[in-house]
């Protein structure tokens, strides 16, 4: 077993988690602190920058002190971050010039429709990969700068930097010194052609997005600096965005292997090598994090409120005292009653990308309890996973055999059950359910050699336990015929 340890920062949507993993991928001590979720208005999400990073410093330090572990034993650190959530900052000040828009927020859907009136959404999906919506960060940066007074000049003048939660992590904890990001964060941002790695100059005009205000967009194996940890200096050697690290940490190296993250949100990735595959189905085609400089691809799926409906049955609806306590009261509650939840609250992701679609249950009678409705919120999940993998299965013309997952509601045996019942597939939960974290490691750690290559660390995964399907295909049929059904009464309600 090697002496040092990888430190990943995991920022995530709700709380910001420091890792270390030993040689042999063991968890050596992990800390996390959640951070504050600012809604000003209906659809509205944001993050204060200062508290994302004071929480991610916060924990790594807590981390060092908890488990008397000396900078000197970390070999390098490896960063992974919600995706699309944006940030413009003062370079000089180091201050951010407004609050983080989340990548769940819809404030910019009239900036997306009028995109697609000027007849760019062919051209968004041919060059970025994605699809024209309020999800990804181009339009974000936009509002900024036309929201807040002077941003877009000094934007233009290289004063006002934008960068994902990864460059805003890479530029505080090196003290200004890199302004950089990796290539799956990028392909994210709605603004990257993903075919020729660099920032486009259409869109970039289109928005009135300065390209001095950019980062510089590198691969996510690579030293982008230095950090000072108490008087130490170790090098951030990996960076990619979450879904990217998990597809990575759940070595996902080759063509067709797929994975499925249960997080605040879930998404559900397939590498797809070194080809671009565009999508007929409602996914995206994004850049997979990889090594050596080369670029692999993925298709992927959003489904944007995953875990997050837990949250919302435990602190808005009261339902629960823990989000946790879902999985026992749908496992005591035989059905849903004929009850659906269509957790749209941000609008639908993949395969429907209905900006407009709100929230919705369905099905209520006087009998309906509220075990029902937690069953119901369980199962929705399960539900929008289901539609992505299909999505994936009619694009590659394959069937899904075995599916990985990961992500805190994984834990969830009554979720992964009722998901293989419901894909008809083996659900394969690993050792390490960190593998967002794991995959920041892996990159950092083969950038500095602290491990050998892919041959290396695929020998080191373990899976923890299988689910598999144990659902009768009508049964399967008819609860998914009342699911689509439930979606069509969701769609187009806020237009």
């Given at each position: 077993?090697?002496?040092?340890?990888?430190?990943?920062?995991?920022?995530?949507?709700?709380?910001?988690?420091?890792?270390?993993?030993?040689?042999?991928?063991?968890?050596?001590?992990?800390?996390?602190?959640?951070?504050?979720?600012?809604?000003?208005?209906?659809?509205?999400?944001?993050?204060?920058?200062?508290?994302?990073?004071?929480?991610q410093y916060g924990a790594m330090m807590e981390l060092l002190a908890?488990?008397?572990?000396?900078?000197?034993?970390?070999?390098?650190?490896?960063?992974?971050?919600?995706?699309?959530?944006?940030?413009?900052?003062?370079?000089?000040?180091?201050?951010?010039?407004?609050?983080?828009?989340v990548w769940q927020c819809r404030r910019t859907a009239s900036i997306v429709d009028d995109l697609v009136k000027k007849g760019l959404d062919s051209y968004?999906?041919?060059?970025?990969?994605?699809?024209?919506?309020?999800?990804?960060?181009?339009?974000?940066?936009?509002?900024?700068?036309?929201?807040v007074e002077g941003a877009r000049e000094k934007a233009r003048q290289g004063d006002v930097l934008f960068g994902t939660?990864?460059?805003?992590?890479?530029?505080?904890?090196?003290?200004?010194?890199?302004?950089?990001?990796?290539?799956?964060?990028?392909?994210?941002?709605?603004?990257?052609?993903?075919?020729?790695?660099?920032?486009?100059?259409?869109?970039?005009?289109?928005?009135?997005?300065?390209?001095?205000?950019?980062?510089?967009?590198?691969?996510?194996?690579?030293?982008?600096?230095?950090?000072?940890?108490?008087?130490?200096?170790?090098?951030?050697?990996?960076?990619?965005?979450?879904?990217?690290a998990s597809l990575f940490g759940q070595c996902c190296f080759g063509k067709g292997e797929a994975k499925n993250t249960y997080g605040t949100g879930c998404f559900l990735l397939m590498n797809t090598g070194n080809s671009a595959?565009?999508?007929?189905?409602?996914?995206?085609?994004?850049?997979?994090?990889?090594?050596?400089?080369?670029?692999?691809?993925?298709?992927?799926?959003?489904?944007?409120?995953?875990?997050?409906?837990?949250?919302?049955?435990?602190?808005?609806?009261?339902?629960?005292?823990?989000?946790?306590?879902?999985?026992?009261?749908?496992?005591?509650?035989?059905?849903?009653?004929?009850v659906y939840l269509v957790p749209a609250f941000t609008g639908l992701g993949a395969p429907y990308w209905d900006m407009y679609a709100r929230g919705a249950i369905v099905g209520i009678t006087r009998g309906t309890k509220s075990s029902h409705l937690i069953r119901a919120a369980e199962e929705s999940i399960a539900y929008q996973c289901y539609d992505l993998l299909k999505a994936m299965e009619k694009d590659t013309n394959s069937q899904t055999v075995e599916l990985k997952v990961d992500?805190?509601?994984?834990?969830?045996?009554?979720?992964?059950?009722?998901?293989?019942?419901?894909?008809?597939?083996?659900?394969?939960r690993p050792v390490i359910r960190e593998t967002t974290a794991l995959g920041a490691a892996y990159l950092a750690g083969i950038t500095e050699g602290f491990w050998s290559g892919v041959d290396e660390i695929r020998s080191l995964w373990k899976s923890g336990m299988k689910f598999s399907p144990n659902m009768s295909s009508e049964k399967r049929a008819s609860l998914l015929a009342g699911w689509h059904k439930a979606v069509e009464r969701s769609r187009n309600w806020a237009d």
């Open positions: 077993m090697k002496e040092k340890y990888i430190l990943a920062l995991d920022q995530g949507t709700t709380s910001s988690r420091a890792i270390l993993f030993d040689g042999e991928q063991n968890i050596a001590g992990m800390e996390q602190r959640e951070f504050s979720q600012i809604y000003p208005k209906e659809g509205w999400v944001e993050h204060d920058p200062m508290e994302i990073y004071s929480s908890k488990y008397d572990i000396s900078p000197h034993d970390i070999a390098a650190v490896g960063i992974t971050n919600q995706r699309e959530t944006t940030i413009l900052w003062d370079r000089r000040t180091g201050r951010p010039i407004y609050n983080a828009i968004i999906k041919k060059t970025t990969g994605l699809v024209p919506d309020a999800y990804f960060s181009a339009t974000k940066i936009k509002w900024i700068l036309d929201t939660v990864d460059t805003w992590l890479v530029w505080k904890l090196t003290g200004g010194a890199v302004h950089a990001t990796d290539y799956s964060n990028a392909s994210r941002t709605m603004l990257f052609d993903i075919h020729k790695l660099d920032w486009d100059e259409t869109l970039l005009e289109a928005l009135d997005i300065p390209r001095a205000c950019l980062p510089e967009a590198r691969p996510s194996a690579c030293a982008y600096g230095k950090m000072n940890i108490q008087g130490v200096s170790v090098p951030i050697s990996g960076a990619a965005g979450d879904q990217q595959f565009e999508s007929g189905n409602g996914l995206l085609t994004t850049i997979a994090a990889s090594l050596d400089g080369s670029v692999q691809y993925a298709l992927e799926g959003s489904v944007f409120v995953g875990g997050a409906v837990m949250q919302w049955l435990r602190d808005e609806l009261r339902l629960i005292d823990e989000a946790g306590d879902a999985a026992y009261y749908a496992g005591k509650t035989p059905d849903t009653g004929g992500g805190g509601a994984s834990g969830d045996g009554f979720l992964m059950q009722f998901q293989a019942d419901v894909m008809g597939t083996v659900i394969n």
